[in-house]
């Protein structure tokens, strides 16, 4: 059976909304989108910034549905299976620990120097 466009993106936010459901890390990773955006707002980022900043959310946010994906996938098997596929769940956290410790890297890149600049009262080109 052919699906149509519809129905493939409602069943895409479908897996958007399982994925997010009762995952802490991900309500975790939201929140911290939520402050660097307040940030971001407040320390008038400029529009590279903000695709900048954009891209590392997307990027945390993406591995960690993919990680959700993985999980739920391995949580499928019987118990006795289950065992052998650990390692591939331990990857797709690894994944999601490399692009949230990158995205943090360069939000203090970004947020950090125009925080400084604040706190020290320069006036820093865009």
Known sequence: MRR??????????????????????????F???????????ALRCIYLEWCILLLCIGGVM?????NSAIETFVRGFPEIERERFWPALDV???AVLLASGFAVVIGFILLGRRLLGLAL????PS
């Open 4 to 29: 149509t466009w519809y129905h493939k993106f409602k069943c895409a936010i479908f897996g958007v909304v399982h994925g997010i459901h009762g995952h802490s890390s991900f309500t975790f990773h």
């Open 31 to 41: 929140l911290a989108a939520a402050v660097v955006a307040v940030l971001a707002v």
């Open 62 to 66: 993406v591995t960690e549905l993919i």
């Open 92 to 94: 797709a956290a690894g």
């Open 121 to 124: 009262n320069l006036d820093l």
